[in-house]
């Protein structure tokens, strides 16, 4: 059974830095394109950044670009994303998503959720 | 980078067919695989239909998936009380990036 688990969500002030981490378990991690996406509250979802399956190219939401950065550490079957000079406008939930190509999003993550206030 | 189009919401009685549809361009549905998704209250998405029309293993045979041009569709037959969630659609789009559509809030009556 595949398995995403993100974790590193958590309330963080505007202007700082979060870690997110996607752990995978039940496929060759290495073979597949990962993804985030994320859902602010009650809104709908909206693509975060994807990386390739040997990290060689990455592609982001142009509102996110310059302040985040997506990575991927195959030997530790990890996926990251990491968070710089937040906003209010990047709270929301934050979904892993794997798939055999580049637009694919086939396996999901439960989420994790990242809040930015003061 | 703009999204693909859905209709807000749709519903239908138990046993009724259903379809939410979905727009796009050239450059996204039109030469691209189209995914649907399922939220259900609280939980994370779910694929239901992906490259256009394929089902993964689980997923009733009561959801189909088209695409004609620059448009998809999403149809449920034998409607459950059990499918009243949020559906999205989604695309690759040649500006290199994934669109989705605004979602469609399913109600069954």
């Known amino acids: 059974e595949v398995q995403l688990v993100e974790s590193g969500g958590g309330l963080v002030q505007p202007g700082g830095s979060l870690r997110l981490s996607c752990a995978a378990s039940g496929l060759t991690f290495s073979s597949y394109c990962m993804s985030w996406v994320r859902q602010a509250p009650g809104k709908g979802l909206e693509w975060v950044a994807n990386i390739k399956q040997d990290g060689s190219e990455k592609y982001y939401l142009d509102s996110v670009k310059g302040r985040f950065t997506i990575s991927r550490d195959n030997a530790k079957n990890s996926l990251y994303l990491q968070m710089n000079s937040l906003r209010a406008e990047d709270t929301a939930i934050y979904y892993c998503a794997s798939g055999r190509t580049i637009g694919d999003l086939y396996y999901w993550g439960r989420g994790t959720l990242v809040t930015v206030s003061s | ?109």
Do not use: H, M
């Open chain 2, 1 to 109: 980078q703009s999204v693909l189009t859905q209709p807000p919401s749709a519903s239908g009685t138990p046993g009724q067919r259903v379809t939410i549809s979905c727009s796009g361009s050239s450059s996204n549905i039109g030469g691209n695989y189209v995914y649907w998704y399922q939220q259900l209250p609280g939980t994370a998405p779910k694929v239901l239909i992906y490259r256009n029309n394929q089902r993964p293993s689980g997923v009733p045979d009561r959801f189909s998936g088209s695409k004609s041009g620059t448009s998809a569709s999403l149809a449920i037959s034998g409607l459950r009380s059990e499918d009243e969630a949020d559906y999205y659609c989604a695309a690759w789009d040649d500006s290199l990036s994934v669109l989705f559509g605004g979602g469609t809030k399913l109600t069954v009556l």
